[in-house]
């Protein structure tokens, strides 16, 4: 039982070793030169609907960027791809507006294959609508299609979440006239999709470096994170950590969610702080188990490659190991209540994966309605104080 726990916690924690992001994503990336990264914005139009004065004249002078097909056009307004690559992408994207393959405000992810150093390249795209007036309810919309390319397409998947709420920001952007407002918001906000959707991963990594596990147990505990004498992105950059590592609506239905969010509410539990003052910060309260600090070496490994990608990957596997762990404990738990033997199951269990703090954190909450499983828990949670006193 042991060996093929270990045996699955370790092939989890190797993904560095079996996937391709290194080959794939970080070619050509390091400390001092970034990950070649590229932004367009096009206007989309609908033939069916009725174009303002402002867009008839913005397609006049832009002839040569302009893309009609039977339903829409499609017009260039600003790029960082280069002049030979653009084109390339404006056919890609009409041929995939033409199968109707972007929908409104969702994005799509894809390899494409441009003139650019590369050659193949992931692709996020999203069609931005426009509201429709109440005098053409029926006409195709209007919009504007974003496009952010950089890395691969598996690599941008594990950031679509990221990505799809950092475009949508860019609507209010988009209202004024010809984009009067391109070179003083939406150009700068376009350029720093990298380093604002991707990059805050690996951002924290360096910032806590080897104390990156008490902020993988704050998130798996549900501890509130403070961060002190620090700028508004490096708190921005940790409470998106601790969200994008905590597995509350995965591994729970949302009244478990709330009933443990309320349980944890009525013990007397301390803030993780991190001190920004000094460097490396020092962190507060700093509570952690070994399943968390077995992880520690391979986000370390994959900061320390500059790969924002292997980490994201890393902090998936983290989470996969985690929910597995917990249905497992459901299961022994619920046998427990018939066999004895699957008592001893569970201590066993609890012993060898060495998270189990969070592990019955979560099922007393989850189980607290059901009180034979409650007297399970209380025996288990005995058993692991006896142990941490015996092995103190």
């Not at 803030?271 to 509570?287: E, F, G, Y």
Request: proline fraction near 3%; glycine fraction near 4%; hydrophobic fraction near 35%.
């Amino acid at each position: 039982m042991f060996t093929s726990q270990t045996s699955s916690f370790q092939e989890s924690i190797d993904v560095e070793e079996r996937d391709d992001f290194d080959s794939e994503d970080i070619s050509g990336y390091s400390q001092k030169t970034q990950l070649n990264c590229y932004y367009t914005i096009y206007l989309y139009q609908g033939t069916r609907s009725e174009a303002s004065a402002e867009n008839v004249a913005w397609n006049q002078r832009r002839a040569d960027s302009t893309t009609s097909q039977e339903d829409f056009s499609l017009t260039l307004i600003d790029s960082s791809l280069p002049s030979e690559a653009e084109p390339e992408l404006r056919t890609y994207i009409s041929r995939r507006l033409s199968k109707g393959a972007l929908l409104g405000g969702m994005g799509n992810i894809a390899t494409v294959e441009l003139s650019l150093p590369e050659e193949a390249v992931g692709c996020y795209c999203c069609l931005l609508e426009q509201e429709r007036s109440p005098e053409q309810p029926d006409a195709d919309g209007n919009g504007y299609v974003i496009c952010f390319m950089g890395g691969s397409e598996k690599g941008l998947n594990l950031f679509r979440l990221e990505l799809d709420k950092y475009v949508q920001g860019l609507h209010s952007s988009l209202q004024t006239p010809e984009l009067q407002n391109l070179e003083t918001e939406v150009r700068p906000y376009l350029s720093r999709w990298y380093e604002e959707s991707v990059l805050h991963i690996y951002r924290v990594v360096q910032l806590v470096q080897s104390n990156i596990s008490f902020l993988l147990h704050a998130a798996l505990s549900h501890t509130h994170v403070e961060v002190v004498n620090s700028d508004e992105r490096t708190k921005a950059d940790v409470s998106r950590f601790i969200k994008a590592a905590s597995l509350q609506g995965l591994s729970q239905q949302d009244t478990t969610a709330a009933s443990l969010c309320k349980a944890l509410s009525e013990e007397t539990q301390c803030d993780l702080v991190i001190d920004c003052s000094t460097s490396p910060p020092t962190l507060l309260n700093n509570v952690s188990n070994r399943f968390c600090d077995d992880w520690n070496q391979a986000f370390l490994n994959a900061a320390e490659r500059c790969n924002p990608f292997l980490l994201r990957q890393i902090l998936e596997n983290f989470k996969l190991k985690a929910i597995q762990d917990m249905n497992s404990l459901k299961r022994f738990v619920r046998q427990a209540e018939m066999s004895h033997y699957a008592l001893f199951r569970c201590c066993q269990f609890l012993q060898g994966c060495g998270n189990g703090d969070v592990l019955l954190q979560n099922a007393r909450a989850e189980h607290s309605d059901l009180p034979e499983a409650c007297s399970i828990i209380t025996v288990l949670e005995e058993f692991l104080r006896d142990q941490s006193q015996a092995q103190a």
